[in-house]
């Protein structure tokens, strides 16, 4: 079983009362947790907050039971799924009423709109965005720094100059950073996409 | 273009940062709800570390303490191994092997441990088995194969195995409904209400079995869940909490019997011994005539027995003149018209 010595260490620096520690954990976590929340709340932004601070809440006070047997974001995910699905009962609505872009079979049809010519069809809206929700996703499940930078880089247009200077790191260590996120963000984004590609065979089969 | 991921494969970063550059900024959540959100958790997480900072001067002090009494003993030729810190218990019953874990994780036996301290964490072999008097009222029964960490005054860290926790001490002293005595484990936190409750954990699941009262869990992955006498509460991972009926006697308690604390008998009527015996054992009492019940209660008992709870109760009904018979989830008791003339 592989140990998150990365995430470790931050939980045990956040229990020693490391105040740099809690601002890496909080700045971090917060926006993906956020972002994880209100797309399962119906875009509630309201529920999403509460929901982001009770799980994060919770999650302080159970930090000494955190193993260090999955990532830290991981954990985290795993009690905002049940923060979610005790919100959603008091409030009355259901899990099945939420659709998750990276739950939905069909979405394959969407990533494949990137490369077909330009519509004004509202499916092929639809489509985009969900494929662009669908590398948000992605970059998300990625370490809090390569996401950064991949975002930083590719999809905001800062220059490897800038990023550096950003991180208070050397062009050349940010370039490998670059690369390794860069690795990273495609094994992720291939495994949703094969998930999805079988959830969606399956459903052809059955 | 079938799948976007065969194009990353054949095309590498140029797909990749292709794939980016097509893609808005991740959405930021409103400054006002981060700003609110993280005042909130930095409250609670100053309030967790100052209480981790307790903990560990309490412990500290302790180890400074038993570093001076490791010199004192040491000045009379004995030997401490693995000092201790904040004595929280002392043991009351224990048979086959018991381990100490010491710093480096190697196991020390330990036959003849007497006291626990904070900070300790026992193991016991498969045919072993513990009973201890909680330093702040309670009896805690180890079971074999099960390994607890002794992290304060008021909690253990359960790792594996079982226990069983009863905040009545002999039963027939008032039941201590306001000490704290949390259960930690890794799929989360047991806490009772004056009670008697078993609780076992696994690598999947953490199990709590309530004889009386009532206990809460508050999961890692789930809120806070509860259980009452009768009923037993099964917590795996994230999953929903399973509750079901559990009987409140019967084998699956038969285990706790083997560490029992001697009962305080002495000076107490019949029927406050027969109260307590049932409590023990899980079984209520029922008089089977009035008379059996005026007997009971004008019995006087003599002396306290170091034996099992069920070998008591045999040994101490063959002095009076009433007889008893255990039947389902209940001690009968009748006068016993056949013994005397």
């Not at chain 2, 930095?42 to 560990?56: D, F, G, I, Q, S």
């Not at chain 2, 710093?103 to 300790?120: F, K, N, P, R, W």
């Not at chain 2, 953490?206 to 009923?231: C, F, H, M, P």
Request: proline share 3%; with cysteine.
């Amino acid at each position: 079983m592989p140990v998150y010595l990365d995430d470790k260490r931050l939980v045990k620096q956040l229990l020693n009362g490391d105040q740099r520690a809690f601002d890496h954990f909080f700045e971090d976590n917060f926006a993906r947790l956020y972002r994880f929340a209100i797309v399962r709340l119906s875009d509630d932004p309201d529920g999403a907050r509460e929901v982001v601070q009770i799980v994060l809440t919770r999650a302080i006070q159970k930090m000494h039971t955190y193993r260090a047997e999955s990532a830290l974001f991981t954990w985290l995910c795993a009690i905002c799924r049940n923060e979610i699905s005790d919100w959603l009962s008091k409030q009355g609505r259901y899990r099945e009423h939420i659709v998750l872009v990276e739950d939905f079979p069909e979405i394959q049809s969407a990533i494949d709109s990137f490369s077909a010519p330009p519509e004004d069809s509202p499916e092929r809206h639809y489509q985009r965005i969900e494929a662009t929700r669908l590398i948000q996703v992605a970059l998300d499940s990625l370490p809090a720094k390569y996401g950064n930078v991949l975002e930083w880089k590719y999809v905001e247009g800062h220059s490897v100059k800038e990023i550096a200077a950003r991180l208070e790191i050397g062009a050349e260590a940010t370039q490998s950073l670059l690369a390794r996120a860069k690795r990273a963000f495609a094994d992720v984004y291939t495994t949703l996409t094969e998930g999805m590609n079988e959830q969606a065979d399956g459903l052809v089969q059955s | 273009m079938n799948n976007l991921s065969d194009e990353l494969v054949v095309h590498g970063d140029d797909a990749i940062e292709a794939l980016l550059e097509k893609a808005a900024p991740r959405p930021l959540p409103p400054g006002n709800d981060e700003m609110a959100v993280r005042t909130a958790v930095h409250a609670e997480w100053r309030a967790v570390t100052r209480r981790v900072k307790t903990r560990r001067y309490v412990k500290h002090f302790a180890i400074a303490a038993t570093v001076l009494l490791g010199i004192a003993v040491s000045f009379n030729a004995l030997q401490v191994r693995n000092a201790p810190g904040v004595q929280v218990a002392t043991i009351s019953k224990s048979y086959g092997s018991i381990y100490l874990l010491g710093e480096q994780s190697e196991q020390q036996e330990m036959a003849d441990l007497v006291t626990i301290s904070a900070g300790q964490v026992i193991l016991t072999g498969k045919d072993a088995g513990i009973g201890i008097d909680w330093g702040n009222g309670g009896s805690l029964r180890i079971d074999k194969n099960t390994r607890i960490e002794f992290t304060s005054p008021d909690s253990v860290f359960l790792q594996s195995g079982r226990i069983y926790f009863d905040s009545q001490v002999t039963g027939l002293t008032a039941a201590i409904t306001g000490s704290e005595f949390v259960i930690e484990t890794e799929h989360g936190s047991v806490e009772h209400l004056g009670t008697q409750y078993m609780t076992a954990v696994n690598a999947r699941d953490l199990t709590i079995s309530v004889r009386e009262g009532q206990v809460e869990v508050d999961g890692v992955y789930i809120n806070r869940a509860v259980a009452v006498a009768g009923q037993q509460l099964r917590i795996s991972g994230g999953a929903r909490p399973i509750l079901v009926d559990f009987n409140v006697h019967g084998e699956a308690w038969r285990w706790i019997e083997a560490t029992s604390p001697v009962i305080n008998a002495d000076g107490h009527t019949v029927a406050e011994f027969l109260t307590a015996i049932g409590r023990e054992i899980g079984l209520e009492v029922h008089y089977e005539s009035p008379a059996a019940e005026e007997m009971a209660q004008d019995g006087v008992l003599k002396g306290n027995i170091d034996i099992g709870p069920r070998e008591e109760l045999a040994l101490r009904m063959s002095g009076e003149d009433l007889a008893y018979r255990i039947d389902g989830g209940a001690i009968y008791v009748s006068v016993d018209t056949g013994s005397r003339p």
